[in-house]
């Protein structure tokens, strides 16, 4: 019988650390000892899990490693020590814009141990770490709602003002990030200021999935620009980080014919995740897609030919790009986690 | 008088019947969970659809359309017009129930202009739904849009 890493060794490229290209060797080099990456993807019997491996992708671990349940979106702790996930029947599709809704809220140390679940089904939704782990912020349709962790006492509620899913705690506390309906327009990034609910657009047209760097200043996030005359005029979604306050924006990757989303940022902001897909979501209801690596000093970068994308960005960067394997929203830790192999 | 003109006759006497027996009947779009759902229900007129609905295959969301109130059934909507949202507009409301958004429904198969609809309604959309909001209506009016619960075909 095949083993999980086996199976997942089928569609799982570590490293790419013997790459022919002699960038993305070097990158993978750079990044190998970078603390742990955790992400969903499917593992044996064809379920979701949780997985663990290092930034250049060798070190691959199945944290989960359940065939009665899929669990995937894993999130570490600031301090690296846990992880929340989110875990659901065996079967159930995780949607690529409301797996925060889905299934059980999961706490388990960073290594996948004493996993324990939080709440029932669809329980403290889109949960989201405070700043030194004791609390969580979940979204609701009555408002944003602090818990505590241990107890799960709700400590705190203020309105969401728009904001339906994807809320995401800043590093400092001070900020929420998430998709809002703002000015009449459904997938609009908002920053919202956690002390007096105040909430600002980042982005206008057609983004998702943010995620916060870890100066709390700026955000990644994914974007379809208006305007693209590729895919029947749909275009393409790429990766963009803006700032907080929306001021700045800047692309970071983008390639014609790919869809990129689960950006994360690595703790120390020099280095970017991210997914690409064919298919516009990020492809959960599948498996996910490409998970790639890149510096964030090399943005904005271009990956393939993309002549449409080059038009618009003229002084982009072909950069190297490390894919260390298939899977869907990925996470970064600096923290070193359990035995490593 | 003549088979010819016994059978024209015929005819004209039938006309009347024969025309209300393929036409529609009225229907008030009544049954029981229009009238108890809801704070607010109303019989309205869909004054028009102010752009094209989006296909569901890659998101869900509400489309909020607006309304013309022609009667008042329970509760106060407190204004002749009316900004309601539907969720997932595409759907007959018969099918339109999902994982995420549950209590809703009616027999309303499509949605066109100038056709009546009596609804369930509750105030205001974000106190009732989470989700993407289409809402074409949002610079031209702050009036608070309301969450169709049930949506009944009228017809007059």
């Known amino acids: 019988m095949l083993t999980i890493l086996t199976v997942l060794s089928l569609v799982w490229i570590p490293g790419q650390a013997e790459s022919p290209d002699p960038q993305v060797a070097a990158l993978a080099e750079e990044i190998a000892s970078k603390g742990w990456i955790a992400f969903s993807a499917r593992g044996e019997g064809d379920t979701w899990d949780v997985f663990l491996c290092r930034p250049d992708g060798t070190g691959l671990r199945n944290l989960t490693a359940t065939r009665e349940f899929e669990e995937a979106a894993p999130r570490f702790s600031p301090d690296g020590s846990k992880l929340l996930f989110r875990r659901m029947e065996k079967g159930e599709v995780i949607d690529h814009d409301k797996w925060g809704f889905q299934g059980r809220l999961m706490v388990a140390n960073a290594d996948g141990s004493n996993a324990k679940p939080l709440g029932e089904d669809g329980a403290l939704p889109w949960a989201s770490w405070s700043t030194d782990g004791g609390r969580i912020a979940c979204l609701t349709v009555k408002g944003i709602e602090i818990h505590n962790l241990a107890t799960l006492e709700r400590v705190r509620q203020m309105p969401r003002n728009g904001i339906y899913q994807q809320l995401f705690w800043s590093p400092d506390g001070r900020w929420f990030c998430g998709v809002a309906n703002h000015q009449g327009e459904l997938w609009t990034v908002v920053r919202m200021n956690a002390t007096n609910g105040e909430v600002n657009p980042v982005r206008e047209y057609q983004n998702c999935t943010p995620d916060w760097c870890p100066d709390s200043n700026y955000m990644i996030l994914s974007s379809r620009p208006a305007g693209q005359p590729a895919n029947d005029g749909y275009g393409y979604t790429q990766l963009w980080l803006v700032s907080g306050d929306g001021a700045e924006q800047r692309l970071v990757y983008g390639e014609d014919g790919y869809h990129i989303y689960g950006g994360c940022v690595s703790p120390d902001a020099r280095y970017v995740l991210f997914t690409k897909t064919r298919g516009d979501g990020g492809e959960s209801e599948k498996g996910g897609g490409p998970i790639g690596v890149m510096r964030m000093a090399d943005a904005p970068n271009i990956g393939g030919e993309s002549p449409d994308l080059r038009k618009v960005h003229p002084d982009a960067n072909t950069a190297p790009v490390l894919y260390i394997g298939q899977g869907w929203e990925p996470h970064w830790t600096y923290a070193e986690i359990g035995s490593a192999p | ?156």
């Open chain 2, 1 to 156: 008088m003549s088979w010819s003109l016994r059978f024209l006759a015929c005819v004209c006497c039938a006309a009347p019947f024969l025309y209300l027996g393929c036409g529609e009947q009225p229907d008030p779009g009544l049954d029981d969970q229009v009238t108890t759902r809801g704070r607010i229900e109303v019989t309205a007129e869909l004054l028009e659809i102010p752009g094209e609905f989006p296909p569901n295959k890659l998101y869900d969301y509400a489309y909020v359309l607006k309304y013309r109130v022609l009667e008042v059934h329970r509760g106060d909507p407190g204004a002749d017009i009316l900004y309601i949202g539907h969720y997932n507009p595409l759907k007959p409301r018969q099918a339109v129930v999902d994982k995420r958004v549950k209590d809703i429904g009616g027999n309303l198969r499509r949605y066109r202009a100038g056709d009546c609809h009596r609804m369930a309604l509750e105030v205001p959309i974000d106190d009732f739904y989470m989700g993407g909001i289409i809402n074409e209506y949002h610079a031209e009016t702050d009036a608070p849009v309301y969450w169709a619960v049930w949506t009944n075909r009228v017809v007059r």
